[in-house]
């Protein structure tokens, strides 16, 4: 059964296997999760990163013989037989955000990693695109865009240029893609595609809130508030 087989529980996270795949479901923050996967030997815990550590929450985990859950205040995740996520809202039982499942022409898996030379692969995430989401954030982009719907946005430093891989979406959630690699992702109105050109694993963080402010309070939290402006930095500047 899927109980024994694939799911257990480990800690505070919630660990699925398979086909030589472990994903790693963990609360991090309030009302938050973090996601990693990796088809190498084990979940890496010295990769650079945006977050910072996060204290011992408690989650909910519960593992039946054909789904599980893992709940961290007003989001939960589940995750199907298939290993597909699904993040729900726990206040609304409404879907926030899901891993698009395969297709039955394609098979292509809505985590897809494929090997590169060493111990790094080539790694696309895909998820459900929903009818009149609106997506802010990404950084500063030369595009002119406010709603990034649509949008195809490379995840690299430029000049002008400012990636800053972090998501806000109308549904109500916020997403990081947790991963200073080289990248793009792909806001299509057929699926939303997160790309990283060489990276040890996948790793990406959800959050949820009542309004756009708390949710930018979980983000900000989670990976660090900025400093207050100092009293001497505010004289004079001159920029070229």
Request: with cysteine; net charge negative.
């Amino acid at each position: 059964g899927f109980r024994h087989v694939n799911c257990k529980r480990v800690d505070d996270a919630l660990v699925w296997q398979r086909n030589h795949e472990t994903v790693r479901i963990e609360p991090w923050g309030t009302d938050s999760l973090r996601v990693r996967a990796t088809v190498g030997a084990e979940i890496r815990d010295d990769l650079v990163g945006a977050l910072l550590p996060a204290p011992a929450l408690g989650a909910i985990v519960e593992i039946t013989a054909d789904s599980a859950t893992i709940r961290n205040g007003a989001i939960m995740a589940e995750v199907g037989s298939d290993g597909c996520l699904r993040f729900i809202d726990v206040a609304t039982n409404t879907e926030l955000l899901a891993e698009k499942r395969p297709v039955p022409a394609t098979r292509i898996p809505p985590r897809h990693f494929r090997g590169l030379p060493g111990d790094l692969f080539h790694l696309e995430a895909r998820f459900l695109a929903y009818l009149g989401e609106r997506m802010y954030g990404l950084g500063q982009h030369q595009h002119g865009l406010l709603d990034q719907k649509g949008a195809i946005v490379e995840l690299i430093q430029r000049n002008t240029e400012v990636s800053i891989p972090f998501l806000f979406s109308s549904r109500k959630y916020g997403f990081l893609w947790n991963n200073p690699a080289v990248g793009r992702v792909e806001l299509g109105t057929n699926e939303t595609r997160w790309v990283a050109e060489a990276t040890p694993q996948l790793d990406y963080w959800v959050t949820t809130g009542a309004s756009p402010a708390e949710i930018m309070e979980h983000y900000a939290e989670a990976t660090g508030h900025a400093p207050e402006f100092p009293e001497w930095a505010a004289g004079f500047w001159q920029c070229k």
